[in-house]
């Protein structure tokens, strides 16, 4: 069975930074593109990032370009997001889902208030 | 950036009645290699979206088939043949031709 579980959401402060991890299980991960996206609250989906099976190619939405960093690291079978310089308008449950949304895990939520 | 425009944004349905969801696209969803990447997904009320459709009319794996999906270039449809109370909820179109990747706005599915 798909299992995809993420983690390290939380509360932060605007221009702070926090890294999420999404642990992966039942495929094969190495062999699937993997993605971010995000959902605010009371809103709809939001695509923000997208990472190939090597990590050798990464695409971003242009509003978290040059803040966020999706990476991944096969040998633990985990995604990660790398969020810098966060924003009140980047508050929204943060879900990985495998490909363009074969599979989806249930998310974490990240607030970004002071 | 690709804009996917729902329709309608509500959509209040009679048990056993049809229903019908429209997706449009501001350009071509045919890729380079030949493919549609058009997919709809499904998100009950406190759960995480699901994957109805794949390349416009391709049903995910456990899908009932009473769900189809349909279109071309830039005009996509979603029907549901009989709508059973399991189906409420929100439906999104998500285009994966072009980068970045885009979502429709979502159309609520109620029943009446």
Not at chain 1, 65 to 80: I, P
Not at chain 2, 38 to 52: I, N
Not at chain 2, 58 to 65: A, E, L, W
Not at chain 2, 93 to 110: A, R, Y
């Amino acid at each position: 069975e798909v299992q995809l579980v993420e983690s390290g959401g939380g509360l932060v402060q605007p221009g702070g930074s926090l890294r999420l991890s999404c642990a992966a299980s039942g495929f094969t991960f190495s062999g699937s593109w993997m993605s971010w996206v995000r959902q605010a609250p009371g809103k709809g989906l939001e695509w923000v990032a997208t990472i190939n099976q090597d990590g050798s190619e990464k695409f971003y939405v242009d509003s978290v370009k040059g803040r966020f960093t999706v990476s991944r690291d096969n040998a633990k079978n985990s995604l990660y997001l790398q969020m810098n310089s966060l924003r009140a308008e980047d508050t929204a449950v943060y879900s990985c889902a495998r490909g363009a949304g074969v599979s989806w895990g249930p998310g974490t939520l990240v607030t970004v208030s002071s | 950036d690709v804009v996917m425009t729902q329709s309608p944004l509500s959509l209040p349905v009679t048990l056993g009645q049809p229903a019908s969801i429209s997706c449009r696209s501001s350009q071509s969803l045919v890729h380079s290699d030949g493919n549609t990447y058009l997919s709809w997904f499904q998100q009950r009320p406190g759960q995480s979206p699901r994957r109805l459709i794949y390349k416009v009319s391709n049903r995910d794996s456990g899908v009932p088939d009473r769900f189809s999906g349909s279109g071309s270039g830039t005009d996509f449809t979603l029907k549901i043949s009989r709508v059973e109370a399991e189906d409420v909820g929100v439906y999104y179109c998500m285009q994966n031709t072009h980068w970045p990747w885009t979502f429709g706005q979502g159309t609520k599915v109620e029943i009446k």
